[in-house]
């Protein structure tokens, strides 16, 4: 089981200690005790960036522990990791826009079912609650931009392992992603379009 420190902090660099590394195809699979680097999941990319002089090329998590893939091999013991800050900047940034593009639909009765947060296939899916209400862009735009222009600083809460993350005074999520610490730092959240397919409807977005 490996410790994830992302779950309450954001550090981009940290002294880590490596467990293990195995060759994997032409790469090196390294375990850490602990890590701050973020595995695919959770409709989120992972973190890359380097543990040493090795590259983090991907992340992934593989029954409760979080497997670094590296181009070259790392000795086991302590190890300077440091993340992509340009790409986990920009995850957190479009993974908290989910959050919100969520909270505007539940407001309006609507339930999140499924959250893509990839650069360039922004996407949330809602079914429709007893008493939805119809969802249009241009409202859902106007209140993220009131949520936003108010800056609402983020609530980390951590119960029994599991993690839940809201901003301000909007309901939190159980969430395993990361996150921007104020929605400032989202800047432009452009909701491009709403599609309904067999009863669900999905919202598309993007930042800039
Ligand atoms: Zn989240």
Redesign the pocket.
């Known amino acids: 089981m490996t410790e994830r420190l992302f779950f309450t902090h954001d550090h981009l660099t940290a002294e880590l200690e490596v467990l293990t590394c195995t060759p994997h195809e032409a790469q090196f699979a390294v375990t850490l005790q602990s890590t701050i680097f973020h595995p695919q999941g ?1 409709g ?1 990319p992972c973190d890359t960036g380097w543990l040493g002089k090795s590259q983090v090329l991907r992340v992934t998590q593989e029954a409760g522990c979080v497997v670094h893939y590296v181009d070259q091999p790392v000795a086991t013991g302590p190890v300077i990791a440091q993340i992509d800050e340009q790409r986990r900047t920009l995850n957190s940034r479009l ?2 826009a ?2 919100l593009i969520g909270n505007v639909g539940e407001t309006l009765g609507w339930m999140p079912i499924k959250a893509h947060h990839w650069p360039g296939e922004g996407k949330i899916t809602f079914i429709r609650g007893e008493a939805a209400q119809a969802m249009e862009a241009e409202a859902i735009q106007r209140q993220i931009d009131q949520w936003i222009a108010a800056d609402y600083p983020r609530h980390l809460a951590l119960e029994d392992g599991s993690r839940a ?1 809201g901003f301000g005074e909007l309901p939190a ?1 159980a ?5 921007v610490q104020a929605l400032g730092e989202l800047g432009q959240v452009t909701i491009l379009a709403l599609s309904e397919k067999k009863g669900a409807l999905s919202v598309r977005y993007e930042i800039t």
């Not at 969430?175 to 996150?179: D, L, P, R």
Request: net charge neutral.
């Open positions: 959770g989120q993974h908290s989910g959050h993350v999520y969430c395993g992603g990361t996150h």
